[in-house]
């Protein structure tokens, strides 16, 4: 893929083809305070007929956004404390995502640390080590991004081309925090990065 950022047929891929290609490429979310950025370095896919997925029962106004088109921001709260950022993907209508589980930080780290209400003390790898502190780092909220379009390039929340993590550092292993489904290996991260959240 060309420089710049990621297009929709990156998103419309198979969803688990998503979540591990997703590594290494940088996540970059603008606001009116300015532009963070972060290496993806942990995803997790969430499948079609999935039980541990949002649309395991079907369509309903709260994921209405992971049905489609891919390439869209799904962002939801998860137990009523922080939000949780996931990227549509797959075919229309399957009703599929990747959930960003951790940023290795890149730029915007003092404005990482404000929406965060942490000092220099916490070390920068700690910022998004994890969906819920990614998602209050970045300033995510489901007003502000739900359902935002990261194909275009004028949008609050990009996904740039960069170069694509080895196969041979890259860890499958169960999803987090979830009570079914627990026998997929979905998760994916980079071994050996101190930002992703779980070993």
């Known amino acids: 893929m060309s420089s710049g950022i990621l297009n929709r047929e990156f998103y419309a891929q198979d969803t688990v083809v998503v979540a591990q290609k997703l590594l290494g490429r940088i996540l970059t979310v603008k606001s009116e305070h300015g532009t963070i950025q972060g290496r993806i370095v942990e995803t997790e896919a969430y499948l079609t007929g999935d039980p541990a997925s949002h649309t395991f029962r079907g369509k309903t106004a709260r994921n209405a956004v992971m049905f489609g088109p891919a390439g869209h921001a799904y962002v939801y709260f998860s137990y009523g404390s922080h939000y949780m950022l996931n990227f549509v993907s ?20 003092d404005l990482m640390r404000h929406n965060r209400v942490v ?11 994890g969906p819920g502190r990614l998602a209050k780092a970045l300033g995510i909220t489901r007003s502000a991004y739900n359902g935002l379009d990261l194909c ?30 627990t026998e997929h290996l979905w998760r994916y991260y980079v071994n050996g990065c101190p930002a992703v959240s779980r070993r």
């Not at 929340?157 to 999803?175: L, M, N, Y």
């Open 90 to 109: 797959a075919s229309e209508g399957l009703g599929e995502a990747v959930l960003i589980r951790a940023l290795e930080p890149v730029a915007g780290i």
């Open 152 to 181: 275009n390039p004028d949008s609050l929340i990009t996904v740039i081309d960069a170069p694509e993590v080895e196969s041979s550092v890259v860890i499958a292993s169960p999803r987090i925090g979830i009570s079914q489904g």
């Open 119 to 129: 000092d220099t003390r916490t070390p920068d790898w700690k910022l998004c080590a």
